[in-house]
Nanobody, 125 residues
Framework: QVQLVESGGGLVQAGNSLRLSCAAS????????MAWFRQAPGKEREFVAA????????SYADDVKGRFTISRDNAKNTVYLQMNSLKPEDTAVYYC??????????????????WGQGTQVTVSS
């Protein structure tokens, strides 16, 4: 089993950038598809981006395409989310998640069975 810890969140002005990290312990991440989700107060948890276990394929929510980039470094057992051109509507708690690699990339959070504790991202106007 793998355990996940997110870091890199904070308070930034609109138009600026942040890079989130998801560090794993317990076992290697190389066997898992990985994803980022976010949840704002009063909202459902929503899909942001996903990447296959070997980094060969990625998927993004429409409202972050062209601004966010998901990547992974399996040698460092870490997944990243580079967030550029941040908007106030990006404000949320961001969660890292891991799921089985025997399925195509999924946007449903129910597919992912291992979750980090979340990191807060706040974008001011």
């Amino acid at each position: 089993q793998v355990q996940l810890v997110e870091s890199g969140g904070g308070l930034v002005q609109a138009g600026n950038s942040l890079r989130l990290s998801c560090a794993a312990s317990g076992r290697a991440l190389s066997s898992y598809n990985m994803a980022w989700f976010r949840q704002a107060p009063g909202k459902e948890r929503e899909f942001v981006a996903a990447i296959t276990f070997n980094g060969g394929l990625t998927s993004y929510a429409d409202d972050v395409k062209g601004r966010f980039t998901i990547s992974r470094d399996n040698a460092k057992n870490t997944v990243y989310l580079q967030m550029n051109s941040l908007k106030p509507e990006d404000t949320a708690v961001y969660y890292c998640a891991a799921g089985p690699n025997r399925y195509p990339l999924r946007t449903n959070p129910a597919y992912y069975n291992i979750w980090g504790q979340g990191t807060q991202v706040t974008v001011s106007s």
